[in-house]
């Protein structure tokens, strides 16, 4: 009786150890196995573009190659069209905005047949698509920024006997190609205009933005800070900037450099400090090839305690208002 | 022997545990959080040009000066470093369903249906998803459409505004979520799409110029229909695009 009774007691540390290693076993399968599931449903569909943007270069005379993986991270099979088309930056972020069709005629006919073919996607399944640029050689420099579309055809008929609307699903990557005739020079930005007020509030942080522009033959990337002085020239502040590209000839705003729980959609920058007095001046300093920096532009404010003397006159006026009712009040 | 039992079951489990704690994502050259990403981190320590008579390399190695194609200057280029960080970035959109279905449509009344866009991005460019209409809904013979809607008191397809009476009839969306257009307001603020057979620019319905881990959003498509529209079966196509920024 003693021993049937030890053998099978639920609470026996054998059957513990056991139940323990069992449930641990289970917790490590879902805890190394929690980023691989989705919740995704027969009828979803994701479509994976990488890369997202690529820069190439596309030497005059020669064959360059560039390929885009798309994936169909979908549970149905996916017929997707490829389309090429022109951007232009919109003169204020990276967003792109899409043109009709493309001007750029310098993929090979093997690209070009690709292009008009329809890629089936199986689930789960990925396609490379090989671009191949072949530049004529006296063609002359230029930047082209281009978006390759994927265009989903829909598989899902409209009901016969219900009204509503069929979805077209279409994802795009960048491709921004620089047709090279020679030595082109290392692009940089050459100018970044300063937009703040002339005059600001000393008990206020200064907020200014910087519209970057260049006007090189290729895309620069933003690399540099914004650099603030005081009237001793002493620099007070050093504020990054994100180095996000700008494209020939274009402008965009620039980004503070990321900072720890910081998000890179601020534009303005800022500089506080409790009180701020006389002149401070903001210079763009970008970064060059050889480490030097050089400034491509600056602006001088005037900080004054503009609020203080609100104060004080609308305290005066506000007394010379009393005093002119009580010296009226005296005579009567 | 009971005791070799639990000291064996003991070290499993002991082993188990600890190489699920050591067991962790490794990521080289990658700084990011759930609300940044440092674009072109990287640790290397050398930098400079390497030619010979046939090819020139360069490595874009600890700084962070170089444009986006590298050095130019010469008639063969291979890159390498952060040129080519852009080039490593996924970029992928989904959409939950690919019908909308209002069933059949009453009169005074609104017929609604929605599904879920969803965008993941890690680059610091961001991304934007238009939206447009092939053309209005139409009847399935071409003898009528039901118009895109004006709202309570005028909307357009840029700027959305509250549509809550029935007999103010057409055809419009609501967008719910993150990243959608500030216009939508709350949920009763609608605008009809961009209609492509008037010309009409595609407008953006979703965009940050930050990166995106799983933004989603809730695309609400309502109709309402008079007493005068002709009976039968209305469709249309609304087009979705998604591209990342640079």
Not at chain 1, 195 to 212: M, T, V, Y
Not at chain 2, 74 to 93: A, N, R
Request: net charge negative; hydrophobic share 40%.
């Amino acid at each position: 009786m003693f021993r049937m009774h030890t053998k099978k007691s639920p609470a026996s540390p054998d059957s513990l150890l056991i139940s323990l290693l069992v449930a641990t076993l289970i917790t490590i399968y879902f805890v190394v196995t929690r980023n691989q599931v989705q919740a995704k449903t027969a009828t979803d569909t994701t479509l994976t573009l990488t890369p997202a943007t690529a820069f190439v270069l596309a030497p005059v005379g020669e064959v360059v190659e560039h390929t885009i993986t798309i994936k169909n991270d979908s549970q149905n099979t996916i017929q997707v069209r490829p389309k090429v088309v022109d951007f232009k930056s919109d003169g204020k972020s990276g967003i792109p905005i899409l043109q009709d069709n493309t001007i750029f005629s310098y993929f090979t006919p093997k690209t070009n047949s690709e292009l008009s073919s329809p890629i089936t996607l199986y689930a789960n399944q990925s396609y490379n698509l090989l671009l191949e640029i072949e530049v004529p050689p006296d063609s002359v420099t230029q930047e082209y920024p281009l978006t390759i579309l994927f265009e989903s055809e829909n598989s899902s008929e409209v009901d016969a006997l219900s009204s509503g609307s069929s979805i077209t699903q279409i994802i795009g990557s960048n491709l921004i190609i620089l047709v090279a005739n020679g030595t082109i020079s290392s692009s940089r930005i050459t100018n970044g205009a300063i937009e703040s007020f002339k005059i600001i509030d000393s008990l206020q942080s200064w907020k200014f933005s910087i519209l970057l522009e260049n006007d090189s033959q290729s895309a620069a990337l933003a690399s540099g800070s914004a650099v603030i002085s005081n009237v001793f020239n002493e620099v007070v502040s050093r504020q990054e900037i994100n180095s996000d590209v700008v494209l020939s000839k274009g402008k965009r705003y620039a980004r503070h450099k990321l900072a720890t729980n910081e998000q890179l959609t601020n534009v303005t920058f800022s500089y506080d400090e409790p009180f701020l007095l006389g002149p401070y001046t903001v210079a763009l300093e970008i970064l060059q090839d050889d480490g030097s920096v050089q400034v491509v532009s600056q602006k001088t404010v005037l900080a004054l305690p503009m609020s203080v003397f609100g104060l004080v006159i609308i305290i005066s006026v506000f007394s010379w208002f009393r005093q002119k009712k009580y010296n009226k009040e005296k005579i009567q | 022997m009971l005791f070799k039992q639990k000291t064996l079951i003991l070290s499993s489990l002991l082993s188990i545990i600890t190489l699920a704690i050591s067991v962790v994502p490794v990521l080289a050259e990658r700084l990011e959080s759930e609300s940044y990403i440092i674009q072109f981190g990287n640790f290397n320590s050398t930098s400079g040009t390497k030619t010979s008579s046939s090819y020139n390399l360069t490595d874009t190695v600890g700084q962070t000066a170089s444009g986006p194609y590298g050095m130019y200057g010469t008639t063969t280029f291979l890159g390498s470093g952060f040129q080519y960080i852009y080039q490593i970035q996924d970029f992928s959109f989904s959409i939950s369903k690919q019908l909308i279905d209002f069933g059949l449509l009453t009169t005074d009344t609104f017929s609604t249906d929605s599904h879920t866009l969803t965008v993941n991005t890690r680059g610091g460019g961001g991304y934007t998803v238009y939206a447009y209409e092939q053309k209005p809904l139409t009847h399935q013979d071409g003898s009528d459409l039901i118009v895109n809607t004006n709202c309570d008191a005028g909307c357009n397809y840029i700027t959305a505004a509250p549509w809550v009476t029935p007999t103010n009839y057409g055809f419009g969306f609501n967008m719910s979520g993150e990243d959608i257009a500030s216009d939508f307001a709350n949920s009763t603020y609608f605008r009809p799409f961009a209609d492509n057979s008037n010309g009409q620019n595609m407008s953006a319905v979703m965009s940050s110029s930050d990166l995106a881990i799983d933004q989603l959003s809730t695309v609400t498509y309502k109709v309402s229909i008079g007493g005068s529209q002709a009976a039968g079966i209305y469709n249309t196509a609304v087009v979705y695009i998604a591209v990342p920024g640079y």
